[in-house]
Structure formats: C-alpha cells, structure tokens
C-alpha cells in the first residue's frame, strides 16, 4: 500500500507489477477500494505480457483521505481529477484504464475532459448518466464503521439523480478505443442502459458476461478473457 498527495487530498492506492511495464490503472465502485481489483491485478501484472498495475482508493474509500459533507467534496469531476493527477505523479500517460460502476462513470469523464491520458477504455457494468426514474430515494447511515465516508453516497446519488447533461454528448467524442462489459439480468443495472454506452462511444465493443454487476468479481476468467486481448491489442 503506497500513499500520494494529489489536489490537496492523500490518496492511497495499490501497485503490482514491473515498473517499467505498459501501465493500466482500475477504479472501483463505490463502497469499495482498490483491493477488491486483486485477483485481476494480480493477472495482469504476471507473464509475457505482464502489466504495471495500480489500483487507488477514490477519495472516501479505503486508506483515502476522507472528506466529510464539504460541499463538492464528493463531486465525480473531482474523483476524475484526482485520478489524472495521479496518473501525472505515478505513469507516463497515456495508460489504459478499467472502471467498475462509479469507477468507470470517473473513468469515461477521464476520457472525456483529459483524452490525451487514457489509450484505451474498459467500462464495467457502467449505465449511461440518465436520470434515475424514480429517483434513487435516500438511505439512512448503515450503524457501525464503514470502509468509506458515508457523506460520499449522498453526494453521488444526487449527481446520479440529475447528471450533467454535458456526460451523455461528450459520451460520442470519446477518442479512445472502448470496451464495455455488461453483467446481463442478474445486474442491478439497467442493461439498455450499458448498451446504450456502447453504441454511444465511436467503435466501441460491447461484451455480455452473465455474471452480475461485480463481473470481474464473479467470474473473473471470463472478464480478464474479454480484457486481456482488448488491452494488449
């Protein structure tokens, strides 16, 4: 576990990998933190064609610095931010980049504002930012400690309520080539709405893994035989 001072927050995050190997970087859903990409990373970073792996916590998650009910604090622009100054201290961009769920809405803003920085794209389970109807209702704080902040799920459920327009039409400039994986009906996600990703995106592949929404977590060999072959392509 390694720490770094970027935009004024700590974020800690994960490294496997020679140093000196192609970089890919993989973002985790929200709740989550960049252990639970280990299985994969561990992959990536072993063989021939083995990979510079790093996985951080977004601000608010795991050993990342917490930030409380700050206004905008919890912003996805400022999680996508925090990410391209990462990138900045840790790789010579462009470096691939994978995202899972809240991951990957801060993986294609990533493509979409700083498109010099990401060679190539894999979207997780990712529905297009529609609002939510109904919109998703507010939940009370689960008792006892929590892995993440818990002010960061208010926060993105209001911007999952009502998305910046500008997501969806900037969705269709996104340069770099695109892989999207769905998780078919056992998602929680609405699949029409990862489809709708795909078609978005120029040349984008679309992949359907029956697995969930945590398909790299559910069957991972079948999400690293999507990956893999996309990414060294």
Same mark, same amino acid.
Request: net charge negative; glycine share 10%.
């Given at each position: *576990? ?13 490294? %496997?990998? /020679?140093?000196?190997?192609? =970089? ?8 989550? &933190?960049?252990?639970? $990409? ?7 970073? #072993?063989?021939?064609? !083995? ?13 990342? @610095? ?12 400022? *999680? ?13 961009? /462009? ?10 809405? +801060? ?5 979409? @504002?700083? /498109? ?8 997780? &389970? ?10 998703? =209702? ?11 902040? %818990? ?13 910046? =327009?500008? $997501? ?6 996104? =340069? ?18 990862? #489809? ?25 060999? #079948?999400?690293?035989?999507? +990956?893999?072959?996309?990414? !060294?392509?």
């Amino acid at each position: *576990m390694y720490t770094v001072k970027v935009n004024d927050i700590s974020l800690a995050y994960r490294a %496997w990998g /020679p140093e000196n190997a192609p =970089p890919v970087l993989l973002l985790h859903s929200r709740g989550a &933190d960049g252990a639970d $990409w280990t299985a994969v990373a561990e992959r990536l970073a #072993e063989g021939p064609g !083995a990979r510079r792996v790093y996985a951080p916590d977004l601000r608010g998650h795991g050993r990342s @610095e917490r930030l409380g009910d700050a206004p905008g604090a919890y912003a996805v622009q400022a *999680m996508r931010d925090d990410v391209r100054a990462l990138i900045a201290a840790l790789a010579a961009a /462009p470096v691939d980049v994978v995202g899972h769920s809240l991951g990957g809405i +801060v993986a294609y803003l990533l493509a979409q @504002e700083y /498109p010099d920085v990401v060679r190539r794209l894999v979207l997780e &389970d990712v529905p297009a930012p529609f609002p939510f109807d109904p919109p998703r =209702p507010a939940t009370g704080r689960p008792e006892g400690e929590l892995s993440f902040d %818990w002010a960061l799920v208010p926060a993105t459920d209001a911007q999952m309520n009502t998305p910046d =327009p500008a $997501w969806w039409e900037r969705m269709g400039a996104i =340069p770099a080539p695109t892989l999207v994986v769905s998780g078919g009906p056992a998602s929680h996600v609405p699949q029409d709405r990862v #489809e709708a990703v795909a078609a978005r995106i120029p040349g984008a592949r679309l992949v359907r893994v029956d697995a969930g929404h945590l398909v790299h977590g559910t069957r991972p060999a #079948e999400f690293l035989a999507a +990956v893999e072959p996309f990414l !060294a392509g």
